[in-house]
Nanobody
């Protein structure tokens, strides 16, 4: 079992930066891919970025070149560095952990994830 707690959200002006953190409890963190998703009002939850247990990453096209996902297994923490933020990045951001350990590929779909945080609000003003 994993419990995930996000932090770092807030209000920022367009062009600014934020870093989200997700702290995980449990002993299987390093064996699982970790992902970030977001959900804007009236929209479906969408994939943002993922970091596999082996070190591979994947990003949504809308955030490539602006967002960077990283992880520190020693701290059971995954991060999302968000630069050059745009108003359309406004959403609740969720951290998620792969429902399987040692997945071969980088999971990019919500059904691949079995553990979710409570979400943290990111608001980008224009």
């Amino acid at each position: 079992q994993l419990q995930l707690v996000e932090s770092g959200g807030g209000l920022v002006q367009a062009g600014g930066s934020l870093r989200l953190s997700c702290a995980a409890s449990g002993r299987t963190f390093s064996s699982r891919a970790m992902g970030w998703f977001r959900q804007a009002p009236g929209k479906e939850r969408e994939f943002v970025a993922a970091f596999s247990w082996k070190g591979a990453t994947s990003y949504a096209d809308s955030v490539k070149g602006r967002f960077t996902i990283s992880r520190e297994n020693a701290k059971n923490t995954v991060y999302l560095q968000m630069n050059s933020l745009k108003p359309e990045d406004t959403a609740v951001y969720y951290c998620a952990a792969d429902k399987s350990v040692h997945s071969i590929s980088v999971p990019v779909s919500a059904p691949d994830y079995g553990y979710w945080g409570q979400g943290t609000q990111v608001t980008v003003s224009s």
